[in-house]
C-alpha cells in the first residue's frame, strides 16, 4: 500500500518565477491539504482540498493556488515567488468523514529553495 | 498567533529512561491532539492521538496524556531507544468545530536519545 508521494523532491527557482507541486494521496484518502514548513517552525497550513474544491484556507496570499484531480491527486501552484517562499512543502492526506478529517498521513514534502 | 506551544526546542534522556514531551494549547475549540515523529529529509510520520473525550491513550511505549482544563497534553515513551531520536510535531484540530478541519502545529521537540 503506496503512502502519501511527492514530486518533485527538490527544486530551486529564481525570485518571480512560479513552481507547481504534486501530491498523490494514500490509497483510500479523499482529502488532501497542503502545508509549510520553514527551518526551525511546524508545518503552516495552507489550504485542503475535498471532492476537487478547496474547502479550507489558511493565512497565505493568492499567489499560493491549488488544485485537486479526479484521482484525489493534487498541485500547489506558486507564482511571483519570494525569497521567503522556500521551505518544505508538505502534503498530507486523509479522509474525510463527513464531520471532518480523520488522522492526516504526510509525504516527504518537496524542498523549494528561491534564489 | 501560535496557537499550539512547544516550549522546549530539545530534550536529551538516557536510553531505557523516559521521555517526557510538553505541548500547550490556546484555543478551547480544539478536540483532537495528535504527535507526529519526523525525521530529517522525511514528512511528519503519525505516531498516536487523543480525542478530548479521554485523558489518556497508549500505544506500546508510547502514552499521551491529556489535560483539558490546563490545556496541556504530553507525550511519554518508556523506554526510549536510540531509534526514537526524533523532532516530535504536537497538532490540535477542532474537527469541524468552528475551526475547521486544518491541524494547528507547534514548533517541535528534538529528542535525542543517548545510548
Known amino acids: 500500500d503506496a503512502g502519501v508521494t511527492q514530486s518533485p523532491t527538490h527544486l530551486i527557482k529564481t525570485r518571480g518565477q512560479q513552481v507547481t507541486l504534486r501530491c498523490s494521496p494514500k490509497?483510500?484518502?479523499?482529502?488532501v491539504s497542503w502545508y509549510q514548513q520553514a527551518l526551525g517552525q511546524g508545518p503552516q497550513f495552507i489550504f485542503q482540498?475535498?471532492?476537487?474544491?478547496?474547502?479550507q484556507r489558511g493565512n497565505f496570499p493568492d499567489r499560493f493556488s491549488g488544485h485537486q484531480f479526479p484521482n484525489y491527486s493534487s498541485e500547489l501552484n506558486v507564482n511571483a515567488l519570494l525569497l521567503g517562499d522556500s521551505a518544505l512543502y508538505l502534503c498530507?492526506?486523509?479522509?474525510?468523514?463527513?464531520?471532518?478529517?480523520?488522522?492526516?498521513?504526510f509525504g516527504p514534502g518537496t524542498r523549494l529553495t528561491v534564489l | 498567533d501560535q496557537q499550539v506551544k512547544q516550549n522546549s526546542p530539545s530534550l536529551s534522556v538516557q536510553e531505557g529512561r523516559i521521555s517526557i514531551l510538553n505541548c500547550d494549547y490556546t484555543?478551547?475549540?480544539?478536540?483532537?491532539f495528535l504527535w507526529y515523529k519526523k525525521y530529517p529529509a522525511e514528512g511528519p510520520t503519525f505516531l498516536i492521538s487523543?480525542?478530548?473525550?479521554?485523558d489518556k491513550n497508549e500505544d506500546g511505549r508510547f502514552t499521551v496524556f491529556l489535560n483539558k482544563s490546563a490545556k496541556h497534553l504530553s507525550l511519554h515513551i518508556v523506554p526510549s531507544q536510540p531509534g526514537d531520536s526524533a523532532v516530535y510535531f504536537c497538532?490540535?484540530?477542532?474537527?469541524?468545530?468552528?475551526?475547521?478541519?486544518?491541524?494547528?502545529f507547534g514548533t517541535g521537540t528534538s529528542l535525542t536519545v543517548i545510548p
Open positions: 498530507a492526506s486523509s479522509f474525510w468523514t463527513g464531520e471532518s478529517t480523520d488522522t492526516q498521513y
Open positions: 490509497s483510500g484518502h479523499d482529502t
Open positions: 482540498y475535498y471532492e476537487e474544491e478547496e474547502r
Open positions: 484555543n478551547s475549540m480544539f478536540d483532537y
Open positions: 487523543i480525542s478530548s473525550i479521554k
Open positions: 497538532a490540535a484540530s477542532g474537527r469541524g468545530r468552528g475551526t475547521g478541519n486544518q491541524f494547528y
